[in-house]
């Protein structure tokens, strides 16, 4: 790839970055639990199936809310699968204000590759970095803290920064600008369709899917100028 036309690249956080599953299926498992324990109840079955998670395999399922959605979004969802069952709505809230939570950043986060070596291999050619993620910025920011990675990262852009949020251009405008780039002038790198299509409704000059998170390569090949199995892939090809 020539890199001459580039100066940002703009990752995705969970599926991209680190392990989506081994933060989300878990915190997903423990919410479950937690609202039995605040009801008496078992929600497990509705909520999964709300949730579009698949229990047998671990694993959220592409295009679902676990795999989408961000927090504030999950949380109105959680709120309906009490409410259709039949909970009255304050019954419903003082269950979901007991059981709500976020996941731990330090503990769950599992990178997928090298993402200090990735981070300072792009940096020296050049490029900025940012994230974009269907995450909240502080949660965000203590998962780059954790794994040495916040003085790499030039701009992070959270679900929850008053933005729209994926598959809106919104997010990637945002980081172009605070970076001082074009669109044009940015990578996009996701897992998900929905990266993928907020990349190319932002105009940036180069869609590059990946499919260690939630999305086959079927997925997102209608939307991606390249697919690879993991963002370590990124600089070989850099590099050609």
């Not at 989506?20 to 878990?26: P, R």
């Not at 409410?83 to 731990?104: C, F, I, K, N, Q």
């Amino acid at each position: 790839m020539d890199l001459s036309p580039f100066r940002l690249v703009i990752f995705d956080k969970d599926g991209t970055l680190i392990d989506f599953d081994a933060m989300w299926a878990g915190w997903l498992e423990q919410l479950a639990e937690k609202l039995r324990d605040a009801t008496g109840e078992s929600w497990t079955d509705s909520l999964y199936t709300a949730m579009q998670y698949d229990s047998s395999s671990g694993r959220a399922l592409a295009g679902g809310p676990l795999a989408m959605s961000p927090m504030a979004e999950m949380r109105a969802l959680t709120a309906d699968v009490l409410l259709a069952r039949g909970l009255e709505a304050t019954a419903a809230e003082a269950a979901l204000a007991s059981a709500w939570h976020v996941p731990d950043p330090v503990t769950t986060a599992r990178p997928l590759v090298d993402l200090g070596q990735l981070f300072r291999s792009l940096r020296e050619r050049g490029l900025k970095i940012a994230i974009a993620t269907s995450d909240d910025h502080a949660p965000t920011a203590a998962t780059l803290a954790a794994l040495g990675l916040e003085g790499l990262v030039d701009v992070v852009v959270g679900a929850d920064e008053g933005i729209q949020v994926k598959p809106a251009p919104d997010m990637v405008w945002a980081a172009c600008r605070a970076c001082g780039v074009s669109p044009a002038q940015a990578i996009m790198v996701g897992d998900s369709v929905a990266d993928l299509q907020m990349g190319r409704a932002a105009g940036v000059g180069c869609n590059v899917g990946v499919t260690s998170g939630v999305s086959p390569a079927g997925l997102l090949a209608p939307f991606a100028d390249m697919i690879l199995p993991n963002v370590a892939g990124l600089l070989a090809e850099l590099e050609t």
